[in-house]
Each structure stands twice: as C-alpha cells, then as structure tokens.
C-alpha cells in the first residue's frame, strides 16, 4: 500500500475543511428539518429491505490485525442506527443522512473505523458508515424514492456495490445522502449477530428511481468508504503517518472477540454454567462483587452478597455497579410486596443496570451473555447489535407470561392481583425480537426451555435429581447439579391421620392459590371429618382470612421438619425459582406441582396441567389413599370472593 505524502495529506485535509464550510453555510440558509422517531406507521407493509454483512471474515481470517477496525467499523454502525431506526417522514420530506445521524464525534461514542483517504484504508473516527449509507441508498431506490444527493465512492473493488454502481459514500458534513418519497414512510434499521437489515415501510405510489446528483465532487476528495474489499494499514507492514503502530496478531487475538457477561441476581445453576463456561479473556459485569461481600463477617453485607455471588476465577476480568445496586436497594425497602407499582419500579431499575453495562461495553466485546431481565432494554439501546447474545433465561417471556396470567385472571375474575400490572406493549415486543435475534437461551426451566426448542440449553436444577428417562425428547442435562442425597421413604397415612399440605409460597393468585382453595373445598366437602392442616409460607396477598371456609387449620410460616409433610404443593399459574419443591422432593416428600414450575425430568415431582382444578382434586385425593372412593354429589363450591366469616383457625408455624 503506498505511503502517504504529507504534504498531499495537508492539502486533502484543507479541502475537506473547505468543503465542510461551504456545506455548513449551505445548509444554515436551506436547513433540512430533522425527522423525528413516531410509530404511526408501524403498521404500514414493508416496500423495500436490504441486508448488508457487517463482518468481513476473509479479511478478518487472512490477518487478526484487522480487528480493530472491523470492529470499530460495527461500533459506529450500532451507533448510528440508533439515530436512524424508527424515523417517519411525511410525504415530500427530505432525508439527509448526516442531518439524522449528526456529528460524528468521539465524545458521542464513535471510534476508530475503515476508511478510505488517498486510496488508502485507514482508521478514521466513525469509518464504516458507508456500508449503512450504501444500504440505505439501496432500500430507498428499492422504495421508488428521489434521489437528491448521492455520491460514488472512488475506489470500486470487483463485487462491491461500488462496482455495480448501487453505493453511496458520505463524509462530515459535506458529502450526503438525500432522498425524499411523495408517500409518507418509516425507516427500521437492526443489526443482529452477522447482518445489517434496512427496511421501508410505506404505501408505494410510484416505482423506479430517479437520480439527481446536485453536488459534484472530484473521486479524490471523497472519503468515509467502509474499505470492505481491501485490507488497511492495520496489516499493510509499511510506515505510514496516519495510522497508531497496529497491534501484533498475537495481541489482536487476545484484545478482540471478547465475551462479556452482562448479569444480575445470580442462581445456583447460572453460577455453575459460568464456572463451566468461563475464560479467561471474559469479562463480568455485575452489580456488585457478591463474592468478596459475602466472605466479610458483617451480617449486612451476607444478603447482598449472596445476591450477587458470581464466580469472579471464571473471568479475567470483572467491572461493577455498586450505585445501581444501592439505589436498587435503597428503593425495594419502600415498595410493597405486590402490585403495579413495584413492577414498574423493578423494570426502571433493570432499565438504569441495562444502561450503564451498555455504556461500559467496548467494539471489542463481540460476544454477550445477557440476564433476561436486562435483555429489552439492552435491545432499545442498540447494543446487542452485531453481537453473538446468549440470554440467562429466568422466566418465561413476557408476552408468554401475559398470556399465561390472562388466563388465570379469566378463570378467576375476583382475584385482586391476577391482573393488577401488564407490561408495556413496546417492553414485551423489544424482548421477543431480542430473543428471535438470540443464538441461545440458557435455564434450568423445562417449561421455558420448551419454547426455544431450536436453541435452548437446559441446565440442571441444582439440588434436582433427574428421574430415570424422564428428561425431554432431543434434551441433555448440560453439566452436573448438585443432588441432595438425604431423602426418606414416607410411609402410609393412617387412615384417621390428619392431611399435612405445605403450599412454599404467598397466597397470591399467580401460585395457585384459587386452585389451591377450591381443591381443599371439595376435599372438605367430600370427607368433612377429615383434619387437613396447611401451611402457607407467606403473606395472604388475596385478601384477609382467603382461606375461610376450607375447612383447614391454617399455619403462617414454612413447616420445621419437611418430613412431618403428607405433600407439598404448588399448582402455580407462574413461578420460576422452585427452590422449597426441589429441597422436598430431594428429602423424599410427595411434590405436587403445575407444569408452571418447570421440573420435567426431576425424580419425586408429579406434574399437574397448570390451572386444571380437577387434576389437582384428584392429586390430593389420592394422598388419601381415597381414589376409588366416591366424591359427595356436590358441584365444586362456586368460584366466589372469600367471606370474612371464618371456618378455619390460623396457628403459628410449629
């Protein structure tokens, strides 16, 4: 590659400066409106799309040193589109490219990137926008727009858009794209792991393309190409004065592809996958460094430690949020335990922790491993874009978790917190395209490993002992938990022993405890001597006295000895961390639970269809060794709102 001339430099530099003036007085007296971000036309059908490869892998395997440009080159893309993506124009509006995506400047976050200068790629702040430029240019005259501005690049490699005449190069400030439609539009930019997709949404009114290139510029004077066929000066072994010495293969290996963990709350089976998984070119970033909190001798720092308590010797190297984590903190001690206004605030603070890893994240990380409650907001941000994104799967999806709690507020109407808080539509759609755009998700749940059945990777649950074929078709526990091996054989009730139920959650709709009430009603209702003891380890979020009329000695706590328990049960519509079923089924007692919990495969636990009533009657009743016995003819007690009369006496935990 030849050197640069100095002299030559300083002269491209003046002009540039010149250029950049004249478009700024330009531009001062005819200034182009900015388009504005909007969803009126979200609906609209898509007229033209693109996609552009945002990697250049033959590049890339001929020399590692590429690196760092290639990577910056997708930084500043990331970057841009988030300027870009959702803009709606009106009829006759026109776009320009650098009137929407502004200054590119270090301090808004661009870097190093390609571009070509004196026919030379060489790394220039915000280098590699012209492969966003280019797909825009395509899309638009796909889309039946004018064209206003447009300029060819100077060099057109053999294959590139170049060659074939369909680019668009832009520089700061004075070489730009411009078009215009006569129908309104909106313009939708993604990156996802390998490609850059543009597309227009609109109702076309005419088809072509018309060219009118008002601006005309020598080839020499134009630069910002993305270099794509060429290699830079990062790995062209000659002297040249505009460019840092460029890294060693060795050190380009070892800086770039760069994975980074981006987590919150940690569980067993997560902390298990990142000891496995971990290198020591990872880097985790978390709220708080959990570990080394939990080791001091202060009983304040153990919760939040444990919270927290990530491997640190999986990484190389680890960056905190201690602020993020004492606002989070210091905001849960004023929130109630349920309801809209809890939610809202948790999903704000997964919001700011999303943010600030976002901010830390460096063109190097190529590789996230993301906790599904930063997972959206991530997304909104832009900076999954370009990256291979593995998500830490927690719960069900939001959209499949809406569904799921609608169905259980239609089957119990007068439960207060079966629909007391839905998500906004924008969340739950930033979280389904983030997970389509995912190449994993990895959990211990069976039921939220079941609708990623082309990606999931299900983990055992730790404390779990996996039943003798009883994994899901095509699955494989991936790695080893930790089994509790304490376990009893119960023997048989005697026939006039009281029933001990243990239901390890809150009476809150979303557990089941609609179902829960019904099926100790007609357990009741069917043998009305029996005495039937239930504990319940948390507060009675349904009401006061919601257990009046079941006929139930009612305890308030968890039980002192699991093996004083005929069952425990959870017939939850929702619940994802089913730590109390795990431990009891380990220690040999009966576990009743809906499909809701997530434990196919785990030896001990009888699954029930969630929300289904008469199965959960029936398990019950066979506790009883009663399952050919005859049921009372009475209809199941109506689904009523509970009475403040009470037939139940409530006792402390014994």
Not at 126 to 141: I, R
Not at 288 to 296: I, R, T, V
Not at 316 to 332: D, I, Q, V
Not at 511 to 522: M, Y
Request: charged share 25%; glycine share 8%.
């Amino acid at each position: 590659m030849a050197k640069l001339d100095r002299i030559d430099l300083a002269v491209h530099q003046a002009k540039v400066q010149a250029h950049r003036l004249l478009r700024f007085v330009a531009d001062r007296r005819e200034p182009v409106p900015l388009a504005r971000h909007s969803r009126l036309l979200v609906d609209r059908p898509v007229i033209a799309e693109d996609r552009s490869a945002l990697w250049n892998h033959d590049i890339l395997a001929a020399d590692p040193r590429e690196w760092p440009l290639e990577g910056g080159k997708v930084e500043n893309l990331r970057i841009a589109a988030r300027s870009l993506d959702g803009l709606e124009l009106a009829a006759g509006q026109v776009f320009s490219f650098w009137r929407q995506v502004g200054p590119p400047l270090r301090a808004r976050g661009f870097v190093d990137g390609r571009e070509l200068r004196e026919g030379c790629v060489v790394p220039g702040v915000a280098g590699g926008l012209c492969l966003l430029s280019n797909a825009l240019f395509a899309a638009a005259s796909r889309a039946g727009m004018t064209m206003l501005e447009r300029h060819a690049h100077s060099r057109r490699p053999p294959g590139s858009r170049a060659a074939l005449g369909t680019d668009a190069t832009v520089a700061w400030n004075y070489i730009d794209l411009r078009f215009c439609a006569d129908f309104p539009w909106r313009l939708e930019l993604r990156l996802d792991a390998e490609w850059l997709h543009v597309a227009v949404r609109g109702e076309r009114r005419r088809t072509g393309v018309s060219l009118k290139v008002v601006e005309e510029r020598r080839q020499a004077e134009r630069g910002g190409w993305s270099g794509e066929a060429q290699p830079s000066c990062m790995s062209c072994d000659q002297p040249c004065g505009q460019a840092r010495a460029p890294l060693g293969p060795d050190d380009a290996r070892a800086r770039w592809g760069r994975r980074a963990w981006l987590v919150d709350g940690v569980w067993p089976e997560f902390s298990d996958y990142l000891r496995r998984q971990g290198r020591t070119s990872d880097r985790l970033l978390a709220p708080l460094p959990g570990e080394q909190l939990a080791a001091l001798p202060i009983s304040a720092l153990a919760g939040p430690g444990s919270r927290y308590a990530w491997p640190r010797a999986a990484v190389g190297s680890r960056e905190y949020f201690p602020a993020r984590a004492l606002t989070r903190s210091l905001r849960a001690r004023s929130l109630a335990s349920q309801g809209a206004a809890r939610q809202r605030a948790l999903l704000a603070d997964d919001a700011a922790l999303a943010a600030a890893m976002a901010e830390a994240l460096g063109p190097e990380d190529t590789a996230l491993v993301v906790s599904q409650n930063l997972l959206p907001f991530l997304w909104r941000l832009g900076a999954l874009g370009g990256r291979r994104v593995t998500v830490l799967m927690q719960r069900l999806p939001l959209a499949a978790l809406q569904a799921r709690l609608d169905e259980a507020a239609a089957q119990n109407p007068n439960s207060p917190t079966l629909a007391d808080f839905r998500a906004d539509p924008q969340l739950v759609e930033d979280e389904a395209r983030a997970l389509d755009e995912a190449i994993a998700v990895v959990t211990p749940h069976a039921e939220v490993a079941a609708c990623f059945p082309d990606k999931a990777v299900r983990l055992r649950w730790a404390g779990g002992r996996a039943r003798a074929g009883g994994l899901l078709e095509g699955e494989a526990w991936a790695g080893e938990g930790g089994d509790l091996d304490a376990r009893r054989e119960p023997g048989r009730r005697e026939a006039d022993a009281p029933l001990r139920l243990w239901m390890p959650t809150s009476t809150v709709g979303r557990k089941g405890a609609w179902e829960l009430r019904a099926a100790i009603e007609r357990l009741h209702a069917l043998r009305p001597e029996l005495a039937l003891h239930l504990w319940i380890s948390g507060r009675e979020l349904e009401g006061p006295r919601f257990w009046a009329d079941t006929g139930a000695t009612l305890h308030q706590g968890a039980p002192t000895r699991l093996d004083q328990l005929d069952a425990v049960v959870c017939p939850a519509w929702v619940e994802h961390q089913p730590r109390s079923l795990l431990r009891a089924a380990a220690a040999g007692v009966p576990v009743i639970a809906s499909r809701a919990c997530g434990l196919a495969g785990v030896a001990g636990i009888r699954e029930l269809p969630t929300g289904d009533r008469d199965a959960l009657f029936e398990a019950l009743r066979e506790l009883l060794g009663d399952a050919e016995g005859t049921e009372v003819a009475a209809a199941e007690p109506a689904r009523r709102s509970h009475s403040p009369e009470s037939g139940s006496t409530i006792l402390p935990s014994v």
